[in-house]
């Protein structure tokens, strides 16, 4: 290969969402060249990031738009419950610390923080939630990595990356070489990959391919190109290709970036049943916010991975409604026919669910007394029956968010090749987060790992650029 280092930019970083632009942005500031390629269009960019709402932040005492206190071993154990320890403590430790610190930094770069609103308040002691969203976030650090120099190229997907001993020497656009002293990699997971999902998950039970009838929740550009070239390098792996975050989305839903607003947030206010008009899981199991992501996969464990959610007139005004109506009719029968169940199979499956149920007092805001008995499976909470009309249903599918399968890094967020760091290739967001999110998932942890590690890469991928450049004046 020849050896255009002396063109090469100082830092070159591959992605464009939230872990990306973090890393370009510190590697500028560090007084590095920097040259940031973004898959995407430009209209399209920004990954799954523009999806977000906010991110998780520690802190000893109210800080502006975030209430109370949320110390730092309190993160670490919500973070060591939902991973169930499938976590690394020193990245997670220095992870949590610095997302104390790094709201002032994200200030300057133009993000502005709002406080919670209505229907996401019981986050306002941990989250800080960004004004305008994740698009807004991503917009706001384009702007200012603009106008401090970086180089940004849209519609540019790496397709091939050149690695000799651990060290990265240059990315391919197409026909097009791009050497870099430094290089961030930051290009999201492998989600939006069906042909990879496919093969990660397999056929089940009932000769299903579960991955042909999932939605992508975030962008179609997280292809997991690079996930994969670092396979082939040898570089040293984290996390299982089985494991995904995945929530109930309703299935009408695109099959790419469809966002936030196609979750169906009722599951809890009344029972879901699957294609043949059965209950299959405890809708009223735990507060919705902690249980909402174990229902994509419980969907995608029903056959055709379908399900639907009934509610009846009084869960109305209770819930977040979803982007689309729901199905509304004024009997049971006629949902079932809307829906195309079985009449009969639902009929009898709310009856008995509404026979069984113990009505205490209701009160979505605590694990209340009402519950079932006689039913299985149980609703342990929330059971109120459903006899009050018009009556509703939204059709439900599983949502991919996130997969977890990510690379080995130390608290430089260099890639590690058999045990042994790189000195120039780094990786930040998505691509790493499986080394302090194993498995689960907490609200806000991912813009905080991607913020925490795409600004650390950034700063050191400067800092090696800087070691390199020295090395070649000389040579
Ligand atoms: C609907 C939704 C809502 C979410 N809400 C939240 C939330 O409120 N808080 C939170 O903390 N997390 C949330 N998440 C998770 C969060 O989006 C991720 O943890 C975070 O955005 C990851 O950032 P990233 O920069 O690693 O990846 P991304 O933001 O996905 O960026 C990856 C980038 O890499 C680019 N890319 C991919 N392949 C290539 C290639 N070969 N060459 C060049 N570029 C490439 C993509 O185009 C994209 O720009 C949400 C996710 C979704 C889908």
């Known amino acids: 290969m020849p050896d255009d280092n002396s063109r090469a930019v100082d830092v070159l970083v591959i992605g464009g969402g939230n872990a990306a632009l973090c890393a370009a942005l510190m590697a500028r500031e560090a007084g590095a060249s920097v040259l940031l390629l973004e898959a995407a269009p430009r209209e399209w960019r920004g990954g799954n990031s523009s999806h977000t709402r906010n991110l998780r932040c520690m802190h000893d005492a109210p800080q502006d738009v975030l209430t109370d206190a949320y110390p730092e071993e309190e993160f670490w154990q919500d973070l060591l419950k ?96 791009i050497a870099a002293r430094a290089c961030v990699m ?53 996390g299982d290709p089985s494991q995904s975050h995945c929530v109930a989305i309703d299935a009408r839903a695109p099959l790419y970036d469809g966002g936030i607003c196609t979750r169906i947030d009722c599951v809890s206010l009344g029972i879901v049943v699957n294609k043949f008009a059965q209950r299959f899981y405890d809708e009223g199991e735990d507060f919705w916010p902690k249980r909402y992501a174990i229902w994509g996969r419980l969907v995608a464990q029903q056959p055709g991975q379908v399900g639907y959610s009934v509610i009846d007139a009084k869960a109305v005004g209770r819930f977040m409604p979803p982007v689309f109506p729901g199905a509304k009719a004024d009997t049971l029968e006629h949902l079932a026919r809307q829906l195309g169940l079985d009449e009969a199979a639902f009929v009898r499956t709310v009856g008995e669910y509404n026979a069984g149920c113990r009505v205490g007092s209701f009160d979505h805001t605590a694990l209340d007394d009402c519950h079932t008995e006689g039913v299985s499976p149980a609703k342990t909470h929330w059971a109120l029956p459903l006899d009050t009309a018009p009556f509703y249903a939204y059709p439900l599918k599983p949502g991919i968010t996130f997969t977890y399968l990510g690379l ?24 790493m987060a499986g080394n302090v999110l194993g498995r689960g998932y907490t609200a806000g942890v991912g813009m905080t790992i991607g913020t925490v590690f795409g600004r650390i890469a950034g700063a050191q991928a400067a800092q090696a650029a800087m070691n390199q450049g020295v090395h070649h004046a000389g040579a």
């Open 186 to 238: 930051a290009a999201g997971g492998f989600e939006s990959n069906r042909e990879w999902l496919r093969e990660a998950w397999g056929q089940n039970a009932d000769g299903e391919w579960p991955a042909d009838n999932f939605a992508i929740r975030g962008t179609r550009y997280n292809q997991g190109v690079l996930l994969k070239q670092m396979m082939s390098a040898g570089a040293d792996f984290i």
């Open 408 to 431: 080995k890094v130390n608290e430089q967020a260099a890639v590690h090749f058999a045990g042994r760091p790189s000195r120039n290739l780094f990786v930040a967001g998505e691509m």
């Open 82 to 177: 939902v991973t169930g320890g499938n976590t690394n403590e020193r990245l997670a430790r220095l992870a949590i610390r610095e997302s104390s610190t790094c709201r002032g930094w994200m200030r300057r770069h133009g993000v502005h923080f709002q406080p919670s609103l209505s229907g996401t308040l019981q986050l306002s002691r941990t989250n800080a939630f960004f004004m305008g969203g994740g698009k807004a976030l991503v917009n706001a650090y384009y702007r200012s990595a603009a106008a401090l120099g970086v180089e940004i190229r849209y519609g540019a997907p790496v397709d091939r990356l050149e690695v000799a001993d651990g060290q990265f020497q240059a990315a391919w656009v197409g026909k097009e070489r």
